[in-house]
């Protein structure tokens, strides 16, 4: 019983230093468990990331530079920051709130139609690309069933300036995962609003009004802004529809990069689409560092 | 619970079922119409199936979404068990980590990817499965946290524990049946990410069943057409019928992913 | 069945700390073959701990524990064979009722027959044949805890342990659900560690009861010998109801307690002279006042308790309220605002300096 002996020695010097070792080799020994994740997410997520940030501080013959990163801002790829950036915001606000409205009302109907909703939710909110695409051109485009159904109603779509291939028509046909997605992520906030309260508030006076006022958005906000902005990381990046949609004619951050990478580049541009990549991550880590400090100040939930 | 649905309820889910629904009609409508754009039929089917590599790149799409799943499930299920468990002084931190693939575009990633490891990438398409669990990560991370903490999860694991079972039987037999409806969740999300994702497939050279449906659609846009309506209703069955079809033994836990 | 004599179970100067609190110190408890002891004491002074250590689930800082004679330090939980009944939401939520049972024969890779066989059994026992197929949300809450109680004796176990099992329900299915724990446990005849921190439960099931405080085993003993001879002033405060009445130490060792002299017990080897006397409310008598005593008092309140009435009554002298627990049937003599004598009816008190 050697070994209970030195334990029991260790329980006497309390607070001193055997027991705070002990305490500093347990955190460590709890961290054994979890080698398999970090092995994997250091391999596969922290290892390309390096190296992207890396490149994009090297010229062509890898001696450093800040010019990949000047050359960011200027032209035709500082105006795309502005577009993309626009285009995010403008889709990840119709998102949040369509989608706020659908899941509340989705929230009344049974356990069977939710989990529908649900599965249907996920597959559309990762829908994108050339099927998204074709989808839209199929019902809005020249030849689409909606256009020639308003046309035979009178509405010429085509009358004006209208075009699905344009930054307003690539917002619209966001709308249908970015809204998908925020039914996904906002449901689980709505069903843990306790019916208890709204049958207090009304039974203390209040109006619905008062409850939506004073309960509801207060203990709701926190979701809301924390999953809108999530949505606009998910336009900010989405890559696949818009160059379905527009080959790549648009001026979007992503389409630059992917226009950049998919060979076609001039000789001295070579880092310049890793600066553009580590650029999207500022504009994305700004985001989420918000997304974190409402979630750390909205401890309210639950 | 079931409440009875308001007028504007109903007016909500009426304009969203109409925002999602019209376009499908609209794109199966288009996807029947015949060469001349008169005539309605099942030639653009009939074209999609001709065409060279239809059967082997759904195939690969398949396996890499199956494969997807199965990563995501052996790597995030235990660890997230045991930061609700042991591991809880890391949890913040893990959490954090689960969340970084949102703050970086798939685009960067994929740039990020091809530089850092090309020899890793040459060898085979499915070790884009790889690349997929990552990019899941906070939305598979999500799911079964919510589902984990829905059950009183120490109390059964101990309860299993002084019974005579092993970390693994708990695991396989008490926990996973616990959060089932949060394991589909996750594998609806992986599933589904797995059988549409076109930038880093694209960006890394590799032919899947998106990248697929992208070549064909330059040369036959009808065809292309019923390509798509082929994929989302296939991916949309798929996982309804998952979600759905087979009456759950437990009914108290609710389906969030 | 089998463990029909049961295994011996020693924790011996088990310390346990959480950072700074000590949740164990130097814990000793013997629990003879066969025995039930349950384990009483005020929230948070270490019951749930010391259960959990000897099941396995945490681990001691120093201190020794011997199941059968044998130490099982390191020993895993998984391996230790202890059954344990938790407070609640213990059943498996995705199992029938009989897989539940059958769950640590399973892991243990016993065939398919005899887990159904046993299982049923143990169905049996607890009384609930019909609810084999069900789901634990299909049942009552008292059935959960049956089912939990045969799920832990299924594993045939070498010690049963139970942590407040009957703490989450009403006060009639707990009655009803205790006697038969204690049928159970007779009829099985497994050594059981219970913990609980309702008294009557402890009293009523207990072969020997273990009054806990701050982590240590202050008194383990028959649940006469804890109610009628405590061992001490805290022992004797948390077991059952007291009155602490002002007292002085008399020149001839007895103590004057409303110019009464009653007898009394220091084991805490006190030095003061004066204090409060610890007396319980059945050693109180009312009688009519006569002359003006020390001990006169007025009857303020009456609370019905059913077979037993508790009276609570106002010393004139000094303002103290009193209650004293009589027959219901002699309590109409005492309505409120009577005028009442208090004697003390008790041979061995004790002090509270
Ligand atoms: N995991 C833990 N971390 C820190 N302190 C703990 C932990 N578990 C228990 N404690 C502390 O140890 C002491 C004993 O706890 P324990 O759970 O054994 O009490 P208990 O007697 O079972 O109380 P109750 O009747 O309320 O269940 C308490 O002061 C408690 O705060
Ligand atoms: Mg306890």
Redesign the interface.
């Given at each position: 019983?050697s070994h209970?002996v030195a334990?029991?020695t260790?329980?006497l010097n309390?607070?001193a230093g055997p027991l705070s070792y002990i305490r500093r080799g347990g955190?460590l020994v709890?961290?054994l468990?979890?080698i398999?994740?970090l092995a994997?997410?250091g391999y596969?997520?922290a290892?390309?990331?390096?190296?992207?940030v890396r490149?994009s501080f090297l010229d062509n013959d890898k001696h450093f530079t800040l010019h990949n990163f000047a050359l960011c801002f200027q032209g035709v790829y500082g105006h795309s920051f502005l577009v993309s950036v626009r285009l995010s915001v403008i889709s990840a606000f119709i998102g949040a709130v369509?989608g706020a409205?659908?899941a509340?009302?989705?929230m009344?109907?049974?356990?069977?139609t939710?989990?529908?909703v649900?599965?249907?939710?996920?597959?559309?909110?990762?829908?994108?690309?050339?099927?998204?695409a074709?989808?839209?051109?199929?019902?809005?485009g020249a030849?689409?069933?909606?256009t020639k159904l308003l046309k035979f109603l009178g509405w010429d779509l085509y009358g004006g300036s209208f075009t699905l291939f344009s930054a307003a028509g690539v917002t619209f046909v966001y709308?249908?995962f970015q809204?998908?997605l925020m039914v996904?992520?906002f449901?689980?906030a709505l069903?843990n609003m306790k019916?208890e309260w709204r049958e207090a508030s009304d039974s203390l006076g209040g109006t619905p009004f008062t409850y939506f006022r004073r309960i509801a958005i207060p203990v709701l906000f926190p979701a809301f802004l924390s999953t809108s902005l999530?949505l606009f990381?998910?336009a900010?990046?989405a890559?696949?529809t818009a160059r379905?949609m527009t080959s790549g004619t648009l001026p979007l951050?992503?389409l630059l990069?992917?226009n950049l990478?998919?060979g076609n580049v001039i000789a001295n541009e070579k880092h310049l689409?890793?600066a553009l990549?580590?650029c999207?991550?500022g504009v994305?880590?700004i985001?989420?560092t918000i997304?974190?400090l409402v979630l750390r100040y909205s401890k309210v939930k639950k | 619970m079931k409440r009875r649905l308001s007028a504007g309820n109903y007016l909500v889910l009426l304009c969203a079922f109409a925002f999602f629904v019209v376009p499908m009609i609209a794109a199966i409508e288009f996807s029947l119409r015949g060469d001349q754009g008169t005539t309605h039929g099942l030639s653009n089917y009939r074209w999609i199936l001709a065409q060279e590599g239809f059967g082997a790149n759904l195939f690969t799409s398949a396996r890499l979404a199956a494969i997807t799943a199965i990563l995501v499930l052996l790597l995030m299920v235990p660890t997230i068990v045991y930061l609700h468990l042991g591991g809880a002084r890391w949890k913040r931190i893990i959490e954090f980590i689960c969340l970084v693939p949102l703050v970086v575009p798939v685009i960067s990633y994929a740039m990020g990817v091809a530089t850092a490891m090309p020899i890793f990438l040459q060898s085979t398409v499915y070790e884009l499965s790889f690349l997929y669990v990552i990019v899941t990560m906070p939305y598979t991370y999500r799911a079964l946290d919510v589902g984990l903490s829905s059950i009183p999860l120490l109390t059964l694991v101990e309860a299993s524990k002084s019974a005579g079972a092993t970390m693994r039987q708990t695991l396989v037999l008490v926990v996973m049946p616990s959060i089932r409806s949060a394991i589909n969740g996750a594998i609806f999300l992986s599933v589904a990410l797995a059988l549409g994702e076109f930038t880093l497939a694209v960006l890394l050279h590799w032919d899947t069943f998106p990248t697929w449906i992208n070549n064909v659609a330059q040369s036959n846009v009808l065809g292309a057409v019923s390509l798509s309506v082929f994929s989302l209703v296939g991916a949309w069955l798929v996982v309804l019928v998952v979600a759905v079809g087979p009456k759950s033994k437990h009914s108290d836990q609710n389906q969030e992913a | 069945m089998s463990n029909q004599h049961g295994i011996s179970v020693n924790l011996q100067g088990v310390t346990k700390t959480y950072g700074t609190v000590v949740a164990l110190n130097n814990f000793n408890l013997d629990i003879a073959p066969g025995e039930l002891v349950a384990l009483l004491g005020p929230s948070g002074c270490g019951k749930t701990t010391a259960l959990r250590i000897l099941a396995g689930l945490d681990t001691q800082h120093s201190g020794q524990i011997l199941v059968d004679g044998k130490d099982i330090v390191g020993v895993p939980a998984n391996k230790r064979n202890m059954g344990m009944v938790f407070q609640a939401y213990s059943l498996f939520p995705t199992m029938t009722v009989l897989e539940n049972i059958a769950y640590g024969m399973r892991v243990r890779h016993i065939s398919k027959e005899k887990q159904v066989a046993r299982a049923n059994e143990l169905l049996e026992l607890v009384g609930l044949q019909e609810t084999g197929k069900r789901l634990s949300h299909q049942l009552s809450g008292g059935q959960q805890q049956r089912v939990a109680l045969a799920r832990a004796l299924a594993i045939e176990p070498s010690v049963l342990l139970l942590d407040e099992p009957l703490s989450a329900l009403d006060a009639q299915v707990r009655t009803q659900l205790r006697d038969e724990i204690k049928r159970i446990q007779t009829e099985v005849g497994t050594t059981t560690l219970f913990v609980t921190h309702d008294q009557e439960e402890a009293m009523a099931i207990a072969d020997r009861v273990g009054v806990m405080r701050h982590g240590v085993l202050e008194q383990c003993a028959s649940p006469q010998a804890v109610y009628l001879n405590p061992i001490n002033v805290s022992v004797a405060k948390f077991v059952g109801a007291m009155n602490l009445l002002p007292a002085v130490v008399t020149t001839n060792n007895e103590l004057e307690i409303y110019g009464q002299s009653v007898g009394w017990r220091n084991p805490d080897g006190l030095t003061a002279r004066s204090g409060r006397a610890l007396v319980r409310p059945e050693q109180l008598l009312l009688g009519s006042p006569t002359t003006d005593r020390p001990a006169n008092a007025i009857v303020t309140n009456q609370t019905f308790l059913g077979p037993l009435t508790r009276i609570s009554a106002k010393v004139m002298s000094d303002g103290n309220t009193l209650h004293v627990e009589m027959p219901s049937i002699e309590a109409s003599d005492y309505p409120i605002g009577k005028n009442v004598v208090v004697t003390i009816q008790a041979t061995s008190v004790l002090l509270d300096a």
């Open positions: 019983m209970v334990e029991r260790n329980a309390k607070g955190a709890s961290l468990p979890l398999p994740f994997f997410i596969f997520l290892f390309p990331l390096a190296f992207i490149d369509a409205f659908i509340h009302s989705i009344r109907t049974g356990q069977r939710r989990r529908a649900a599965a249907t939710s996920s597959v559309l909110a990762n829908t994108g690309g050339v099927p998204l074709f989808m839209f051109i199929a019902s809005f030849q689409g069933l909606v709308c249908f809204i998908p996904l992520i449901s689980p069903e019916p999530l990381a998910n900010f990046s890559y696949a379905a951050m992503p990069i992917g990478v998919d689409g890793h990549a580590v999207m991550i994305s880590v985001v989420m997304y974190a | - | -």
